[in-house]
């Protein structure tokens, strides 16, 4: 079955980057420019994904308002002839798929996000991709995994090796052999381990590929790390009555998720930005020479 059907999950409430996500989404800090979910939005439909349910919650309304069309903005781009501004503009409601909206009424965690989608996917196998986590590669992550589907008609949940100082902070793999290059059988998804205990340190990043008997399985999932319904523990035990892959993602992966990450991934973006990247480009060699003055003293 062609893998049609996308979910973003963007319920949770960003803790992280409080007070700015007091009342605003924290999917739609802007990238430069660009909000991260509309990244998210376009690597779906690069991969070829047809409809997307986006879960939200309290204080998430920007997403909803942000790809819709605001006729007045347009139309005051329109007569100045800002056509440049009025692409981009539009270029956010003419974006080549469907999306949708659900309400998460609680943030009970990941796992509890993806069951409020039970009813849109139905019977089909489909994608959850984090609104935090931006990737970058020659073909997408997404279409990755759905490349790897058509050929083993499993699910399978993309992995990055990380430093060991991060495992805890990540759902882990206990690989077996590769099946191909890049593709692992797995003995276990473990969620959150301590560093000693971790079975590698292989971790598991935005994207999965699933099929639709997870569904049951996220009904009766018990909370885990942190009281939450864990997606990562849910896959688990489906990983015990069916194959579930891990594919290793040997591109770039930018997490937004954490102030550290989301500056990073700023002054990387801002790098190849055309509007920024000479500025910023030398702001930067400026900064370093300072710094590294000042660290001389
Ligand atoms: P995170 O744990 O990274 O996001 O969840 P968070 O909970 O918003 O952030 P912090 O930890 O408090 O700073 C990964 C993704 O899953 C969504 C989040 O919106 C995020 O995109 N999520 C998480 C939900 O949709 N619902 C939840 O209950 C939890």
New binding site residues.
Partial sequence: MKVRKAII?????????LPATKALA??MLPIVDKPTIQFIVEEAKASGIEDILI?T?KNKRSIEDHFDSVPELEQNLSEKHKTELLKVVQSTTDLGVNLYYSR?AH????G??VLQAKSFIADEPFIVM???DLMSDKVPLTKQLIDDYEKTHSSTIAVMRVPDKDVSKYGIIDPEQEQVPGLYNVKNFVEKPDVADAPSNLAII?RYLLTPEIFDLLESQEPGAGN?IQLTDAIDRMNKTQRVFAHEFKGDRFDV??KFGYVKTNIDYGLVHPEVKDELETYILDLAEKIQKKNKK
């Fill in positions: 999950p963007a319920a949770g409430l960003g803790t992280r980057f924290k999917e879960i919650g998460q943030p009970n965690g990941l509890d996000a984090l609104g935090d935005g939450e998720g954490n």
